[in-house]
């Protein structure tokens, strides 16, 4: 970014009192606690202040990233010279939409974290996402992605999502038209980037005891997740038919290290910070696993994490 285009675009977001942030070190926006410094981070609150955003970024002729809570986002980059969109101060609302017999909707702000969501319910004695237990950050994030456990995905208990495209348009888009597929969502007719802003869920009524029994299924799994240690969660999608972390098991990078990350001892397909790593470290890590696994199992892994 030009210093035309930086002092135009400050000046804009100055003008419309958005949050901004410069020079900011980016290992405080990612779980792994990774990552170098950015230019410029910007914390659009709502959908105005986003569309205000979309619009001076478009009249300066610039790029973008987005990102939520970053816990599935690696920073690798040094400096990053584009201007980074976080959903950390976004929309957190949480309401009930309606309800149909025992169906019954909640509508989320996109900045919304799963484990509020989860406790609402709880609360609220509400089924259908004792899943969303242990999986870290916002409902707009784990709709873009798809997130959740074998058990089932986010993508099972969408009723509707609220976008606004990079063109500063806003769509409400039903469940008919949104392609959910492992950790990947295409949207029927939108060809442009988007943000989600809004997520409809469908939930059921349920009793506090099986809300309860269903958590603990939840609970005990993540007992094998390093869920106490900087991660960004899986590292890896599973390939067909395969576990990831049973993969790199067996190819011998269980507890594996390099600088200052780690294979988990815990959980193969996570890779842990254990102080003063480098970006460099976990990219050199991951490309490490990739090769070996390929050159001896015939696999290749595909990164599920956001690599910016």
Same mark, same amino acid.
């Given at each position: 970014?030009?210093?035309?285009?930086?002092?135009?675009? #400050?000046?804009?977001?100055?003008?419309?009192?958005?949050?901004? /942030?410069?020079n900011e070190e980016m290992s405080a926006y990612s779980s792994i606690k990774i990552g170098g410094l950015t230019d410029l981070i910007i914390f659009p609150k709502n959908e105005t202040e986003l569309i205000s955003v979309i619009n001076l #970024?478009?009249?300066? /002729?610039?790029?973008?990233? &987005?990102?939520?809570?970053?816990?599935?986002?690696?920073?690798?980059?040094?400096?990053i010279y584009l201007p980074v969109i976080s959903f950390?101060?976004?929309?957190?609302?949480?309401?009930?939409?309606?309800?149909?017999?025992?169906?019954?909707?909640?509508?989320?702000?996109?900045? &919304?974290?799963l484990s509020k969501i989860l406790n609402y319910a709880i609360k609220n004695n509400m089924g259908g996402c004792e899943f969303f237990y242990g999986i870290p950050g916002t409902a707009g994030g784990a709709v873009r992605m798809n997130a959740g456990s074998k058990e089932s995905v986010i993508g099972n208990i969408i009723y509707a999502v609220e976008i606004i495209t990079d063109k500063g348009v806003k769509y409400i888009i039903g469940n008919n038209d949104l392609k959910f597929s492992y950790r990947s969502l295409e949207i029927g007719g939108i060809k442009c980037d988007y943000?989600?802003?809004?997520?409809?869920?469908?939930?059921?009524?349920?009793?506090?005891?099986?809300?309860k029994e269903n958590i603990e299924v939840f609970k005990k799994r993540k007992l094998s997740?390093?869920?106490?240690?900087?991660? /960004?969660?899986?590292?890896?999608?599973?390939?067909?038919?395969?576990?990831?972390?049973k993969v790199i098991e067996e190819i011998g990078f269980k507890g594996f290290s390099i600088g200052g990350v780690s294979v988990s001892e815990k959980h193969a397909n996570f890779i842990v910070?254990?102080?003063?790593?480098?970006?460099?470290?976990?990219?050199? #890590?991951?490309?490490?696993?990739?090769?070996k696994a390929l050159s001896h199992r015939g696999i290749k892994l595909n990164t599920e994490i956001k690599i910016i």
């Amino acid at each position: 970014m030009n210093k035309k285009k930086r002092i135009n675009l #400050l000046s804009g977001l100055k003008e419309f009192e958005i949050e901004f /942030l410069e020079n900011e070190e980016m290992s405080a926006y990612s779980s792994i606690k990774i990552g170098g410094l950015t230019d410029l981070i910007i914390f659009p609150k709502n959908e105005t202040e986003l569309i205000s955003v979309i619009n001076l #970024l478009k009249a300066n /002729l610039c790029g973008y990233y &987005i990102i939520g809570r970053g816990t599935n986002t690696l920073f690798k980059a040094a400096r990053i010279y584009l201007p980074v969109i976080s959903f950390k101060k976004f929309d957190s609302s949480l309401s009930e939409n309606k309800k149909n017999g025992s169906e019954i909707v909640l509508e989320a702000g996109a900045g &919304i974290p799963l484990s509020k969501i989860l406790n609402y319910a709880i609360k609220n004695n509400m089924g259908g996402c004792e899943f969303f237990y242990g999986i870290p950050g916002t409902a707009g994030g784990a709709v873009r992605m798809n997130a959740g456990s074998k058990e089932s995905v986010i993508g099972n208990i969408i009723y509707a999502v609220e976008i606004i495209t990079d063109k500063g348009v806003k769509y409400i888009i039903g469940n008919n038209d949104l392609k959910f597929s492992y950790r990947s969502l295409e949207i029927g007719g939108i060809k442009c980037d988007y943000f989600i802003t809004k997520v409809y869920l469908k939930l059921y009524g349920s009793s506090a005891s099986k809300i309860k029994e269903n958590i603990e299924v939840f609970k005990k799994r993540k007992l094998s997740q390093p869920l106490g240690e900087f991660s /960004l969660g899986c590292i890896f999608k599973n390939p067909s038919g395969v576990s990831a972390g049973k993969v790199i098991e067996e190819i011998g990078f269980k507890g594996f290290s390099i600088g200052g990350v780690s294979v988990s001892e815990k959980h193969a397909n996570f890779i842990v910070n254990k102080g003063g790593a480098k970006p460099d470290d976990i990219v050199s #890590l991951i490309k490490n696993i990739q090769e070996k696994a390929l050159s001896h199992r015939g696999i290749k892994l595909n990164t599920e994490i956001k690599i910016i």
